[in-house]
């Protein structure tokens, strides 16, 4: 299941978490776009996998974080659309800036194995840019070295795309715009 959701949240509220994220003060953290060390059951390398900027959310302390304010409606749009209660299983912010190369990074699983629970993710895209999602044929775990792109998402602020986070997918990085941030949660779905 891959499903693109239309302004999960209201114009003002997106505009006020592009500006939150793209303030001065907003602590961003140099990494890569996947672990390269990760397990290549969930994560292929095919593709590129560039430098981006993150911000991990702690969970331990997810209500106290000041960033907690700005994702907050987006959590709590995700409660409505879903009709059920969450919990988060991790929550970051990606800054991917201007790249040369448009290939798509190192496709990869947000969860690895949980069978029987229904874990989902949701890619929310903080402003207008350029590099596209992409998601490919496969769930994880897989001993292929090669998959198949069977959709593609364009980034455009206040779309969010809500997927099985078993599903191999992977970012690609601006070449027209400069920056394209989103935030990725990852959630169970409670009873």
Request: aromatic share 10%.
């Amino acid at each position: 299941m891959i499903e693109e959701i239309e302004n999960l949240i209201v114009p003002s509220v997106q505009a006020s978490i592009e500006h939150a994220v793209l303030s001065a003060g907003f602590p961003w953290y140099h990494g890569t776009t996947v672990d390269q060390y990760a397990d290549s059951r969930f994560n292929l390398k095919q593709g590129t996998n560039p430098y981006q900027f993150v911000h991990q959310v702690p969970l331990d302390s997810l209500a106290n974080n000041r960033f907690f304010g700005v994702v907050s409606p987006i959590l709590d749009a995700v409660r409505a659309y879903v009709k059920r209660d969450i919990e988060v299983l991790n929550l970051k912010v990606n800054f991917l800036p201007l790249h040369t190369d448009a290939s798509h990074h190192y496709p990869h699983v947000d969860i690895g194995l949980c069978p029987g629970q229904q874990i989902k993710s949701l890619v929310y895209y903080v402003n207008h840019s350029d590099g596209d999602t992409y998601f490919f044929d496969q769930t994880g775990p897989t001993e292929r070295t090669s998959l198949n792109v069977i959709r593609r998402v364009s980034p455009r602020r206040g779309l969010a795309v809500l997927f099985d986070s078993d599903i191999f997918h992977a970012s690609s990085s601006p070449v027209q715009s400069d920056k394209r941030i989103v935030i990725n949660i990852v959630f169970k779905l409670l009873d």
